[in-house]
């Protein structure tokens, strides 16, 4: 042994590190994929409040309210539903984050099956119904339905994007959460 005031051990050059133990290889990953995940779902939360902003009217009226009235001015096309579907997956999102303090399995695979069905989904389908009006704005760069002197299209493009994005890094980061998570099997 060694110290900052003494000389060193005898027999101990410094190159006695090699015996010592060293963190496995799945710890290290469960930490960094947790935070990426945290960081990813978080990002996510994010564009969940920006869709329920967009879809507040249509939330307002389903429940019989008055919308606020600066919703009211923006004329925001009618709801679709895809939205809505896509908008459940704050449920699976939820689980994901319930998931990490105590690496709960369980959890995760639930979260990673919501992922594609309420997350990937809905944001392909929309990618599909809307993929003629943004053809049709690319060639003629006139778009019928404006919010705010943007084209909806367009908007409604980036939102998808950056969604679709988003839940294919969280599969991802969760996939690689649960190879780590998962008990090795003992080869015969």
Known sequence: MSSNLGPRAVGSDGSDFMHRE????HYKNSAVYKWRLKFVLVAHFFLVGLMLLRLSVSICVLFHMRPPSFMQKMKLPRAELWEYAWLASVLPTILGLISLPKNRLFLLKQFLIGCVVFGIAPI???????????FEFWETRESKRLLLGFPIVVLWNMFLVIALQIHIFSF?????????????????
């Open 22 to 25: 060293r963190v496995a290889s």
């Open 124 to 134: 392909l389908y929309a990618m599909y119904t809307l993929s003629d009006e943004l």
């Open 172 to 188: 991802s980061f969760g996939w690689q959460l649960n190879k780590a998570w998962s008990p090795k099997k003992k080869s015969a």
